[in-house]
């Protein structure tokens, strides 16, 4: 199975960059390789199932399928029902993710697909190179003149946690990923943790395992909870602590950006606590613990400015 991937970020708030992403009949509006396009039957552009009929500037007429569409995770998907290359299964999505320093835009355009075996490798490229990344090239154009629907919110309905932090690192993933990836290892670039160590002999990569360490004067315990290289993503639960709240469970998770070969980096967390408390640990835990956590990986390894 072929994959066509390509990422960027827009300087420009989610709330614009999903409106244009979410028409399905909108692709001439900031794509400039399509030069006409129409939803068949006469359907709206947000209903499921609706086939977007489009040409390309070389006269082409593709066909493709709306099968996947949800507003509260901003991510659609869609299928070749009149293929503009000669691959098999394909299927491709697009999804928008909120950047929280800056209030920029996350954007990846990704398909899966079957090639041909004699040409492995071809539609890969040429899909990740002349229709992803051309496309989101535009979008990137398009959407910080773009208009936000009137009354659009940043979430629908509940956030999808108490704190959501994102940025960019100025690092290839692959680099970055290994630093993350350390559980036992923030001690060594996070200034206020010291003292960080695994309990009981466990590795810093073994699930299950506890870090003991310092946040300034106050010591945590926390459980590795999952570790996947996959998906780069790790998250953990704490165990104690002489902060106010239960049932904290928090995580990362980063992705590559193409256009530049830098890290889209989340992290996120979730507890129960009273809401006056609340009003002083969500701001403290977004940007004292999360972004100054991505800020310093970027200070210290890949020359960023620290915010």
């Given at each position: 199975m072929a994959r066509a991937y390509?990422?960027?970020?827009?300087?420009?708030?989610?709330?614009?960059?999903?409106?244009?992403?979410?028409?399905?009949?909108?692709?001439?509006?900031?794509?400039?390789?399509?030069?006409?396009?129409r939803i068949e039957d006469g359907l709206a552009a947000d209903v499921v199932g609706c086939v977007r009929s489009f040409?390309?500037?070389?006269?082409?007429?593709?066909?493709?399928?709306?099968?996947?569409?949800?507003?509260?995770?901003?991510?659609?998907?869609?299928?070749?029902?009149?293929?503009?290359?000669?691959?098999?299964?394909?299927?491709?999505?697009?999804?928008?993710?909120?950047?929280?320093?800056?209030?920029?835009?996350?954007?990846?355009?990704?398909?899966?697909?079957?090639?041909?075996?004699?040409?492995?490798?071809?539609?890969?490229?040429?899909i990740s190179r002349d229709v992803f990344s051309a496309g989101l090239l535009g979008l990137a154009a398009k959407a910080p003149s773009a208009v936000a629907p009137v009354g659009a919110r940043r979430w629908k309905g509940r956030r999808p946690a108490k704190v959501y932090a994102s940025?960019?690192?100025?690092?290839?993933?692959?680099?970055?990923?290994?630093?993350?990836?350390?559980?036992?290892?923030m001690g060594a670039w996070h200034s206020d943790i010291t003292r960080m160590h695994m309990l009981d002999g466990k590795r810093a990569d073994q699930v299950g395992g506890t870090r003991d360490f310092f946040f300034g004067e106050g010591r945590?315990?926390?459980?590795?909870?999952?570790?996947?290289?996959?998906?780069?993503?790790?998250?953990?639960?704490?165990?104690?602590?002489?902060?106010?709240?239960?049932?904290?469970?928090a995580g990362a998770r980063i992705w590559p950006i193409t256009d530049g070969d830098r890290t889209f980096a989340v992290w996120?967390?979730?507890?129960?606590?009273?809401?006056?408390?609340?009003?002083?640990?969500?701001?403290?835990?977004h940007n004292d613990v999360f972004l100054k956590a991505f800020d310093t990986i970027d200070a210290k390894y890949f020359g960023g400015a620290r915010r």
């Open positions: 390509s990422s960027i970020v827009i300087d420009a708030p989610v709330e614009k960059v999903w409106a244009l992403v979410r028409d399905f009949d909108g692709l001439p509006a900031w794509n400039a390789g399509v030069v006409r396009s040409h390309l500037k070389d006269g082409t007429h593709v066909r493709e399928r709306l099968i996947h569409l949800d507003d509260a995770n901003r991510s659609l998907s869609y299928n070749f029902e009149t293929p503009a290359f000669p691959v098999g299964d394909y299927l491709a999505t697009l999804r928008v993710m909120p950047v929280t320093a800056g209030d920029r835009s996350f954007v990846e355009w990704e398909a899966t697909f079957e090639e041909p075996a004699a040409e492995r490798g071809k539609y890969e490229a040429l940025t960019v690192i100025r690092g290839p993933v692959d680099k970055v990923w290994p630093i993350l990836r350390d559980f036992a290892g945590l315990h926390e459980e590795l909870l999952h570790l996947c290289d996959r998906t780069r993503s790790f998250s953990y639960r704490i165990n104690k602590s002489e902060i106010p709240w239960l049932d904290y469970v996120t967390a979730d507890w129960d606590a009273n809401p006056n408390d609340d009003l002083e640990l969500i701001p403290k835990v």
